[in-house]
């Protein structure tokens, strides 16, 4: 993973804190343990990036790297006709892609607008992980 990469999952992750962002994560206690588990914490240590995370059946006491995380991300073409319409009534017909109220609806339905999957920084959601509102 280059700086690039670290530092645009580490912006990711942080802004999806409130939104209760599940997560895969690899390495260490966490190969043994395959869950989705919520995202409750990104911490920063000079160069280095650590997370917390949560599973109600495993909590790991590890604190895995940001490198080793990658989110379930909804990839924007999964957007429903109902999310849709919801989505225009809140912002209208014209909808600016760094709007800080439209970033922040985007984070709470769990979308990858950053382009995150395609980059391997992210995996598809699967259909049931997220209840829409």
Known sequence: MTQEEKQLLLKDLCARLPYKVMVSVQGGEFDSHKYPYQLTAVSKFGLDSFCRVYHPIYTPFGVP?????????????????????????????????????????????????????????????PVDMYKTE
């Open 65 to 125: 790297n940001v490198e080793d995380v990658k989110p379930y991300l909804r990839p924007m073409e999964s957007m429903t006709e109902e999310e849709q319409i919801k989505r225009d009534e809140i912002f209208g017909n014209y909808i600016l892609d760094n709007h800080p109220a439209y970033i922040d609806w985007l984070n709470a339905h769990h979308f990858d607008y950053r382009g995150m999957i395609e980059k391997d920084l992210a995996i598809e959601a």
